[in-house]
């Protein structure tokens, strides 16, 4: 079993950075991938940056490439998202999400709000 918890969050004027953090529990950290994605209101849930296991290889949303920046510490047991240049369409309840590689097995952590004034 592997908890996430996300911190980081909060009010931002555009233009402005953020730095969230996504701290999980357990051993099995190292093998995960994770992910970040985000839900604004009345909105499904949408991708946003994904990171393997050993951070060679990331992905991005189009809406947030050249912007947002995914990383992680195993020693840790951390996964970042740094935002950059914020945008008002930005505000959403940002997810970290665990997924272990060729299983169904995956974590969601609970979420932390970022909101992007304009």
């Known amino acids: 079993q592997v908890q996430l918890v996300e911190s980081g969050g909060g009010l931002v004027q555009a233009g402005g950075s953020l730095r969230l953090s996504c701290v999980a529990s357990g051993r099995t950290f190292s093998s995960y991938t994770m992910s970040w994605f985000r839900q604004a209101p009345g909105k499904e849930r949408e991708f946003v940056a994904v990171?393997?296991?050993?951070?060679?290889?990331?992905n991005y949303a189009d809406s947030v490439k050249g912007r947002f920046t995914i990383s992680r510490d195993n020693s840790k047991n951390t996964v970042y998202l740094q935002m950059n240049s914020l945008k008002p369409e930005d505000t959403a309840v940002y997810f970290c999400?665990?997924?272990?590689?060729?299983?169904?097995?995956?974590?969601w952590g609970q979420g932390t709000q970022v909101t992007v004034s304009s």
């Open positions: 999400n665990g997924h272990r590689p060729g299983t169904v097995t995956t974590y």
């Open positions: 990171l393997s296991w050993n951070g060679g290889s990331t």
